[in-house]
């Protein structure tokens, strides 16, 4: 009997039989092999992205960016002690990979039908090298910079001025109409 199967197989008939089973075992091969890159069925968790160098770079807050800024404005010529405060459009945000459950059930009781559904969301976690228990996270959006304010004692100067407000759109990429630079009293 398999022997029938197989040559029912390879007949001139069964081509698309054929190009089915092929796609088949493409499919398998394909899943086999991003199935290694995925750590999400209990695979090694060494081998998941090493996402703690990204978070070290996002921990820095609104207040130590502020003071790193101001540190490296009052170090300008002319500018003296400075302060600094930013203001944003939107602040960080980070997706989290989720696995979706969903359950549905019919029933049918004398002509009458019922149906019920049940969704449930679960985020998905890997651990890192020192065993603690992170989150899959699939993009992040760094926060968008609205407005600068900058106080220095050398904000009176129009050159100091310039040069405050040149360094703010290079360390920000914020437009020159979205910083003030003003003097400190």
């Not at 081509?15 to 398998?28: W, Y």
């Not at 130590?64 to 540190?71: L, Q, S, Y």
């Not at 980070?94 to 979706?100: G, L, M, P, Q, S």
Request: net charge negative; proline share 4%; aromatic share 4%.
């Amino acid at each position: 009997m398999q022997k029938d199967v197989w040559k029912g197989l390879f007949s001139p008939e069964n081509k698309k039989m054929r190009s089915n089973v092929f796609l088949a075992l493409m499919a398998g091969i394909l899943l086999l092999a991003a199935g290694k890159s995925f750590s999400f069925f209990g695979g090694d968790a060494a081998e998941a992205p090493p996402q703690e160098e990204r978070t070290e770079m996002t921990l820095c807050n609104d207040a130590e960016t502020e003071r790193r800024m101001a540190e490296i404005l009052s170090k300008i010529e002319g500018a003296g002690q400075v302060d600094v405060m930013l203001t944003y459009r939107k602040t960080e945000e980070k997706t989290v990979a989720r696995d979706e459950l969903r359950e549905e059930s019919y029933s049918e009781d004398g002509g009458k039908t019922s149906e019920s559904l049940r969704v449930e969301n679960t985020a998905i976690f890997t651990e890192d090298r020192s065993g603690n228990t992170l989150p899959v996270i699939l993009s992040e959006t760094s926060p968008e910079v609205e407005g600068v304010v900058i106080v220095a004692e050398g904000g009176g100067d129009p050159v100091v001025c310039n040069t405050l407000n040149q360094a703010a759109q290079a360390l920000l990429d914020v437009p020159a109409h979205k910083i003030a630079v003003l003097k400190m009293k």
